[in-house]
């Protein structure tokens, strides 16, 4: 199937610190591309790759499971590890579940790592009720296009395929027993209002992360998908400053020059 408009795979050779970006379940790189193209423009190598079964069709995403999503992000870090001197990474909601247990995977490996309202727990009735609807129903309403900012939308799926749901609720449980093995610096930023990811899904994150270099902000005037809304700019420019903090060649003219 065609890849749908903007949820293409981006990928930028820049210099030594690498910076891979996740996106959210049912969504697209179109999600992240213009953080992407933030950090590609200030000579960073970056890397934003298309999960399995994502940007095309939700009929696709149906026989894909945490598994395969998981995968694809742990192969473009490892080809990162391999190329950079530094690799940050960052993700937004689901993807920010993917970030955390890449981190816990491959600790010192990962300089750092970025949240966005990360996902941790598939909330509601409705995720007690997966096992047995997965096998009655194929999909549900879908969760993309959370977005405050008037004009600003999302490329992702308008139905969820309830057996990639009921992956996604077995990795959050995975994850979330995973993320004391998770001691790298952390930036997390979430909004006040979030229709998908509830507030306390962050709040868990942070209780149970092993870093002691944490830092949370709180984004006022974005919904969900606060790379695409209002607050996307304080995200980029936080996150700039993260890198800088950690790689003090990030920002020095010259010093991150590819070969």
Known sequence: ??????????????????????????????????????????????????????????????????????????RELRDLVGRCAQVFVFGLSMGGALALRLAAKHGDAVSGIVLVNPGNKVHGLAAHALPVARHLLRTTKGVADDIALEGSHEVGYTRVPLHAAYSLRRFFRLVDGELPQVTQPTLLLHSLQDHVVPPADSARVLSRISSTDVTEILLEQSYHVATLDHDAERIFDESYAFIGRLAPSVGKKGSTAGG
């Open 1 to 74: 199937m065609p890849v749908l408009p903007g949820a293409e795979p981006f990928r930028h050779e820049g210099g030594e610190v690498g910076v891979l970006l996740c996106h959210g379940f049912t969504g697209s790189p179109q999600s992240l591309r213009p953080w992407a193209d933030h950090l590609a423009e200030r000579d960073l190598t970056v890397s934003l790759p298309l999960l399995p079964g994502h940007g095309t069709r939700w009929e696709d995403m149906q026989v894909t499971g945490w598994q395969d999503w998981y995968a694809e992000v742990d």
